[in-house]
């Protein structure tokens, strides 16, 4: 069902999760000094007092008038933090002296600003750990510590909403996929859809800063951060090569594999503590440019070399992909100028929605292959089954004939089967009591040989029955019984009349050369019993 890719992906992603759940719930984030309360608005005031390469520092004098649980909050990215108040250290944010970690990510830092603190000099101290970002100067708010605090879980909660949107879309997908991707006649594309989905819901997710706000983990929540961008990147490829396959994959499968690879070694990598943030930002960020990169060039050589309906695919795949590279630019570099605190703002919504026109575009192949399945079955009916009786025809009885192997014909034995009086019934009651005359014997036959093997109606008043393990012994009881059903019936156009002449013969290697030989000999009795069944008739008219 699944290529090896696939499975080992899939054992990535669950193990992913399951840190990024166990982050949740049990750390601590005690590696990092911190003090957090909340937030709102502070833009007039502030100078830059010293700035270098790795660090800048920016100071403002406080309002002279502080209510009660005022503070300050703003947003740094791959910054280490100072508070000083007259020089005097009032928060600090840092990596600990005995820890490994070289940087932490984007966080929001909130510190209290008592009444006694009005009108006193207050000087931020950013150390840079990403080149990057270190001529940003953050955009600082003030205000009431708990109403901000809401206003800011309440901004982030939008964008968390679009998140657990895009989380279920994907558990949907991936749910259609695994239980009813038969019967809607699925392929691993879809599948792809909904881990692509998945994937992102996490990145952005994490991105929201909603769970580091409340539960802290900054450090792992980060490294989590940087795992799911890389985690997007091999079903975008899986699905790229799945759309559009080609003779030679080679090329698909080495940047596949190669992303797999990737991903395994930042794994492994963080759980033994050899690469730290700052690796996992550049690295991430590196291969999510190759791969936009990829798949944009791989897409725009198959404009030139596919033709017809693939070509028209091809160039909305285009267009779609360049819509969400150009929206992830634009938040990238939005967030790298300090415009916008979310990596991905607009470009999980765009997304979104390519993901919901795929798996609808999806859907709609499925339905035409349903449809077409269904015309298919229908046209097989047609060619293999008798419209009176729902039994195969002849050309259904010829193909069985053909699929039965020399070495199994000892078990089979051939019954052949004809309606006694079929022309007296259409001339003189109509074809209507001619076809229920039809439709009834052929029902008794299903019902006395169905068991043992399969009836076919071979046309007009002919029917055949391909028997297997069947005794010539039990075959005279069953139509004995097949006999004395006709008799029970009863009706203004029956009489009496009703008769079904058969013969049974079974394979006998000594005799037959083959199953038709067989068919001629039970042809042969049939045709007695017809005889002697007209003359045993006929004498009785006479008497």
Known sequence: MFEKPMKLYGLLLVIVFVIFVGVIVGGDGSSLKKDQNSIEAYKDGWKVISYD?????????LPED???GTGIAFVTKFQFVTVKLDDNLIYEF??????KRETVGKMWHFVDLPKDYAGKAIEIELLNSVGMFSKQIPSIQIGNMDDLMREVIKNGLASLGVCVSLMLFGITICLVWFFQREKLVLDERFLCIGIIGISLSAWAAVDSQIFQILWGNQYELTIINSLMILMCLFPVIYLLRQSFPMEDTRITDG??????IMTCLALIGNLLGVLNIRNM????????????AFVLGFLFFQVFMAKGTRRVRIIKSLVGCTAVVLTMVFDMICYVTNQSVSFIKYTKIVVFIYLVILALDGFRNSMNLLKTAKESEKMHSIAYQDALTCLGNRTAFLE????????????YGIAMFDLNNLKHFNDVYGHSAGDYYIIISSEIIQDMFGAKGTIYRMGGDEFCAIL?????DEFIRNAARMKERLEQLKGPYINGEMEIAAGYERFDSEIDIDLNATVNRADALMYQN???MKQKAGAEKNT
């Open 66 to 68: 502080l209510p009660d």
């Open 281 to 292: 930002f550049g690295f991430a960020i590196g291969s999510l440019v190759l791969c936009s």
């Open 94 to 99: 840092n990596v600990r002296s005995d820890s």
């Open 530 to 532: 017809k005889m002697a």
């Open 255 to 260: 940047v596949m594999y190669s992303y797999l």
């Open 468 to 472: 297997k393990d069947c005794e010539k």
């Open 53 to 61: 390469s790795n660090c800048l520092t920016i100071s403002n004098v």
């Open 400 to 411: 069985k004939m053909g699929n039965i192997k020399a070495v199994d014909y000892g078990g």
